[in-house]
């Protein structure tokens, strides 16, 4: 029992973070109609990031999250510049899945460059307070996994009033409803999808600095974290970041329940089962709605 | 010139080969016909459906694994074939009958989550080489290899030609341009992106059984790699996507281009044509063939002297 | 003499390859109420379209107050006083009623005097300020038409485009909402109102073009245009 009540507080603190990752990917699809299967090789520059902050200059890696997710904020606007925003004019199903494409190859090209210019090697932030645990009962709670999820719930929190209480955050979630009228409310709508795309770029390198402190990074993380984020969106639909949230502690519960039960390689393929259970049973689909 | 006198001639080619042409040359025409198959594979269901699938490699895969398996332990090689392809064609059942049932990206996450979780399974319950024994090893021979390469390249290229000019073809076509009309003047969208699943998985999945057959030794991840579904979806965009000719097209020049630059590192590989890939997709959306057509175009425009 | 506030020169424009409009000319003076009036299919809504910058002309010039307008995008047209209520309303249907009157007043200019402006239009619309709270998609058709021409005045246009205002609603509902029309009228707004037919604007607009086609096919007054309406829909046999 206690075994299991000590599975399900960890998967729930991973699960944090799986929300914080598929946020960002939620908010590009539901604002700009375009799925960027990249999302999780973003999440991996910024663990490269906090990594390369803190083993060269000892930055603390959550301080380190000021940089990084500025940083892949820029990523971000280069990459809609370049490639992205090339898009945009075309209809919605060719866009759809052109933007799954290029986003395929941008994947494996960050990948490949990250061994290039990193190595393959596993990588992790070893701060001084790296192995330290909280004790509540018989619970033994790692200290970073717990300020993990508090950094995922604060930023959570602090996009949900920049959505709901800024003329920006409005601009956006009219733009994700209705591009034309939109347009038509004098929101610049192109200038809207950059910056939520750049947003989203942004939260995946918040979510990657967290990663790197809590878990280990590797060039190949990226397209497990962009599945994990793509099963959580598919999970929760793209109503509400409360909702993403919730579901990412859905998945992080019943992947460490499925991997101390039926052994880790189940681990990956819980989510699989997830996403097809979801398809079954709500077969008009989660994706289309607005923000 | 006429596309089928082109064909024959390129097929009446291939087939002299091994004749004219020494081992490397043999070699190097190997991995355009696989490639060939495994691009229009990908082109079937991607480029006439419309469907995107990010999980090809995991139909190439499973017919790599399951052929070289049942054909290592004594089955001949051409049932074996036949039975990686089937088991390809029911992963692709798996995937398919419950995401391609709605529209938007399911598929392509579907298919990209299963290749990356077999992937993952197969790099931790199967860690070793998969080397042939030695037996195997003593009486290989290329030549019928490039041969079963050949008759693939030759099958995968009917069927899609085949499928082009049929009712199923066009329906899928159909289902491409606009799936809810394809669906209000009586197309079964399910129905038919299932069979066009099935069709392409399967001969993925022969095309993978040729490479189990070919190769002397891999990891048995490797076959599992998105890689395999990068070059596909590239061959496909590179010589001319939603054609009966782009494909091999495009595997063409893309194995002269790989060979040509030498690029042995895999991550160098995929930084290249990873940049080939966004230029083509962002200016030629039609591909090479399209390059052709266009050219034919202006010149017929061109006013004539007098 | 003042340029005119809104001036289409031999507009034509086209969805992809299939043309719609092959040569618009509308001349509308500043302060006037124009009735653009013709048949489902004629253009309407697509002459409208372009004035808004939601779609390039193939030919042809769009002048506002004497600055051409055709190439500018959707934003930059609001931000020089146009504004246009769509065919269907398109409010933002899972956003409050104050959420979408704050977006009508997105541009730089009109969020400077915003709180002012919402107070004008919940003076206009008290039932909007009842309801300010209520998510739009909830309200009943003639408040959504309401909802969204108050939409469209917080952006402060000199120009309003209103495309089928009428569309879907009681008659008792439709003189409401041309009442408002007038009172924005009398406010200096020059206004363009497209209907299906004359008989909503019959009283409210004294002048107007009848498209058909993607032409305009008779402008003059109102009486004028119910005239050849009428030979019209005989001639087509309608
Ligand atoms: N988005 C569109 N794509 C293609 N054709 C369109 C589109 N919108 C309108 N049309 C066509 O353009 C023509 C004019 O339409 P519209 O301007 O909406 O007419 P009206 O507003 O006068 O009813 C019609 O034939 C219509 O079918
Ligand atoms: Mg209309």
Known sequence: MEVWLQNVTFGALVGGLYGLAAVGLALVFGVLRMLNVAHGELIMLGGYATFWLFTLWGTDPYVSLLVAAPALFAVGVGLYEGLFGRLVRLHEESKVQLSILIGFGLALVLHALAILLWTADDRAVTAEYAGRVLRAGPLVVPLTRLAGLGVAFAVLGALQLFLQRTDAGRAIRATAED???????????????????????????????????????????????????????????????????????????AESAAAFALGGAFREVVGLVLFVAVLAVRPQGLFGRGL | MNPSVAAAAAVALAAALPWVAGDAAVNWGLLVLLQVTVAQSWNLLGGYGGQVNLGHAAFFGIGALV???????????????????????????????????????????????????????????????????????????????????????????????????????????????????????????????????????ALAGAAGGAFGYYHLSFYPQFVFSPVWTFDAVLMVFLGGIGTVWGPPVGATFFVLLREALALRLTELHVLVFGAVFVVVVLTLPGGLVDVARVLRAMRVRRPQPA | MTAPALELRGVQAA??????????????????????????????????????????????????????????????????????VPEGRRLFAHMTVLENLLLGGYTARARSVRRQTLREVFELFPVLAERSGQTAGTLSGGQQQML???????????????????????????????????????????????????????????????????????????????????????????
């Open chain 3, 148 to 238: 969204a021409i108050a939409r469209g005045l917080m952006s402060r246009p000199r120009l309003l485009l209103l495309d089928e205002p009428s569309l879907g609603l009681a008659p008792v509902v439709v003189q409401q909402v041309y009442e408002v029309v007038r009172r924005i009228a009398l406010q200096g707004v020059t206004v363009v109102v497209v209907e299906q037919n004359v008989f909503p604007v019959l009283h409210h607009a004294p002048r107007g073009y009848l498209m058909a086609g993607g032409r305009v096919v008779a402008q003059g007054s109102a009486e004028t245009l119910v005239r050849t309406e009428v030979v019209q829909r005989s001639y087509v046999g309608g």
């Open chain 1, 179 to 253: 591009w034309e009228a939109a347009f038509l409310m004098g929101i610049p709508v192109r200038r809207v999808y950059r910056t939520a795309f750049a947003l989203g770029s942004a939260l995946a390198g918040v979510a990657g600095s967290l990663v790197a402190v809590s878990d280990a990074i590797s060039p190949a993380i990226g397209l497990s974290w962009t599945l994990k984020a793509l099963i959580v969106v598919v999970l929760a639909g793209l109503g509400s970041i409360f909702g993403t949230f919730v579901a990412g502690v859905l998945l992080g519960v």
């Open chain 3, 15 to 84: 969805y992809g390859d299939a043309q719609v409009l092959w040569g618009v000319d509308w001349q509308v003076n500043p302060g006037e109420v124009v009735a653009v009036v013709g048949p489902n299919g004629a253009g309407k809504s697509t002459a409208l379209r372009v004035v808004a910058g939601l779609l390039r002309p193939l030919r042809g010039e769009v002048w506002f107050h004497g600055e051409r307008i055709d190439g500018l995008s959707p934003d930059q047209v609001v931000e020089r006083g146009v504004a246009l």
């Open chain 2, 67 to 201: 052929t070289r398996g049942l054909w290592v332990q004594g089955t001949p090689v051409v049932g074996a074939l036949v039975a990686g392809s089937a088991a390809a064609a029911v992963a692709g059942l798996v995937v398919g009958l419950p995401s391609l049932r709605l529209r938007g990206p399911y598929f392509a996450i579907g298919t990209l989550a299963m290749a990356e979780i077999l992937r993952i399974v197969v790099g931790t319950t199967l860690p070793e080489v998969s080397a042939l024994p030695s037996d195997l090893i003593t009486g290989y021979r290329l030549v019928p290899r490039y041969y079963l390469a050949l008759a693939l390249a030759v099958l995968s290229t009917a069927v899609v030609w085949r499928v082009s000019c049929s009712r199923f073809g066009m329906g899928l076509v159909a289902i491409r341009e606009d799936e809810w009309v394809a669906e209000t003047v009586g197309v079964d969208t399910y129905r038919h992106k299932l069979a066009a699943l099935l069709l392409s998985a």
